[in-house]
């Protein structure tokens, strides 16, 4: 891992992007995003929520460079923004499936 020389500055937009995908209702956005660009109204439908409100949290994740729009004709379809994006959550699913290991590490608490 590199890390930035600006690291102050990183660290805010890291902790930033995180707080973004903090929250459940944005986080199953971005999933919604993940295995092809999908138009708000599909993703408000398949999540049972109103378009406005879609929208909404598309302009925060897009503004965070979580998610890229693209328009076709009169419809805008929204994408993860990189592979890093898709990566980063895949990664985060599988260690939340891992198992929890008891270990000592003589840090007791």
Request: glycine share 6%; hydrophobic share 50%; proline share 5%.
């Amino acid at each position: 891992m590199s890390i930035p020389p600006d690291i102050d500055n990183a660290v805010d937009e890291l902790a930033d992007l995180f707080h973004l995908l903090g929250d459940p209702t944005r986080l199953r956005i971005v999933l919604a995003c993940l295995a092809q660009p999908t138009a708000v109204g599909d993703i408000a439908g398949a999540l049972n929520l109103s378009s406005s409100l879609v929208s909404h949290h598309l302009r925060l994740l897009r503004a965070a460079r979580i998610v890229k729009a693209e328009r076709q004709g009169k419809q805008v379809f929204y994408a993860a923004a990189d592979a890093h994006i898709s990566g980063l959550l895949s990664n985060m699913f599988e260690h939340i499936a891992e198992p929890i290991l008891e270990t000592t590490t003589g840090l007791d608490a």
